[in-house]
């Protein structure tokens, strides 16, 4: 079946950078768009920006355009978030999440399982 | 860009149907799809496409969309349906995904 695996936990001081992986399996890694969300503690959801696997093409969130880069790595079935310049407001679960690609944008079909990112001194 | 708002809480007895609203501009265009969070666990998908089921999730749940307003009902409420429930859309015009607000779904 499809699972999305994490990287661990991280702790990291403001100013930072921060880089997430998320290794695909049980699906043909360039047959989904890989997304990122996030959740800050307590808060709702967050949509940061997908990456297609194939065309390695991202797309980001205005809020986060000059901050975040998303990347993969095809030969090992594995994508990645790097965001930089952290501060604390940055400290919240981190998602990976698998769209399969649709002509109305596709919906969030499969999810890791969450990397916890807190940004602290 | 694009907003869209759902009430912070439902409640409902066990047994009992309730329902989530998702409101947002035009809504009813888009197809909108909802999830299920529950504490320390990733979402989960409930409903795609305004009101299809993934294999899995129970008749119980279901979604509705027109105008302005998309819904998700679910039926004969239990207390293993209490969550967080999350609805989204894809933004074609700026090619951006957007959540709602949340809902936190409370069974008495």
């Known amino acids: 079946q499809v699972q999305l695996v994490q990287s661990g936990a991280e702790v990291k001081k403001p100013g930072a950078s921060v880089k997430v992986s998320c290794k695909a399996s049980?699906?043909?890694?360039?047959?989904?768009?890989m997304h990122w969300v996030r959740q800050a503690p307590g808060q709702g959801l967050e949509w940061m920006g997908w990456?297609?696997?194939?065309?390695?093409?991202?797309t980001y969130a205005q809020k986060f355009h000059d901050r975040v880069t998303m990347t993969r790595d095809t030969s090992i079935s594995t994508a990645f978030m790097e965001l930089s310049r952290l501060r604390s407001d940055d400290t919240a679960i981190y998602y990976c999440?698998?769209?399969?690609?649709?002509?109305?944008?596709?919906?969030?079909?499969?999810w890791g399982q969450g990397t916890l990112v807190t940004v602290s001194s | 860009s694009y907003v869209l708002t759902q009430p912070p809480s439902v409640s409902g007895a066990p047994g009992q149907t309730a329902r989530i609203t998702c409101g947002g501009s035009?809504?009813?265009?888009?197809?909108v799809h909802w999830y299920q969070q529950k504490p320390g666990q990733a979402p989960v998908l409930v409903v795609y496409d305004n009101s299809d089921r993934p294999s899995g999730i129970p008749e119980r749940f279901s979604g509705s969309n027109s105008g302005n307003t998309a819904t998700l009902t679910i039926s004969r409420v239990e207390a293993g349906d209490e969550a967080d429930y999350y609805c989204?859309?894809?933004?074609?015009?700026?090619?951006?995904?957007?959540f709602g607000t949340g809902t936190k779904v409370t069974v008495l």
């Open positions: 035009n809504i009813g265009i888009k197809s």
């Open positions: 049980g699906y043909i890694f360039t047959g989904h768009y």
């Open positions: 999440a698998g769209v399969v690609p649709a002509l109305n944008g596709g919906y969030f079909q499969h």
């Open positions: 989204q859309v894809w933004d074609s015009s700026s090619d951006l995904y957007v």
């Open positions: 990456i297609n696997p194939h065309s390695d093409a991202p």
